[in-house]
């Protein structure tokens, strides 16, 4: 089982910057694309950016050019670097990683969420 926590969010004034990480942990054959979610207030859940174990990356059109992806495989943790917030950024962030149990059997895990709030 694959267990995700994520850190780093908070209270941030429009404009500015937040980096939030996501460590994964538990008995896994190995962690594949992970990516990042948000869930504003009222709203279904969105996708914000996605990256492959190889790095290869995908956003959301609203997130271009402001949010940036990263990974560190050899620590399984992902990060999201929020430059230029907005207030309408606030949501609750969720992790999201795809991970094989063993080879041919891939399994999808979630954090529990972090909470970014930006004031206007």
């Known amino acids: 089982q694959v267990q995700l926590v994520e850190s780093g969010g908070g209270l941030v004034q429009a404009g500015g910057s937040l980096r939030l990480s996501c460590a994964a942990s538990g008995r896994f054959f190995s962690i594949n694309a992970m990516g990042w979610y948000r869930q504003p207030p009222g709203k279904q859940r969105e996708l914000v950016a996605t990256i492959t174990r190889g790095g290869n990356t995908n956003y959301a059109d609203s997130m271009k050019g402001r949010f940036t992806i990263s990974r560190d495989n050899a620590k399984n943790t992902v990060f999201l670097q929020m430059n230029s917030l907005k207030p309408e950024d606030t949501a609750v962030y969720y992790c999201?990683?795809?991970?094989?149990?063993?080879?041919?059997?891939?399994?999808?895990?979630w954090g529990q969420g972090t909470l970014v709030t930006v004031s206007s």
């Open positions: 999201n990683a795809d991970w094989t149990v063993v080879v041919g059997l891939t399994r999808d895990a």
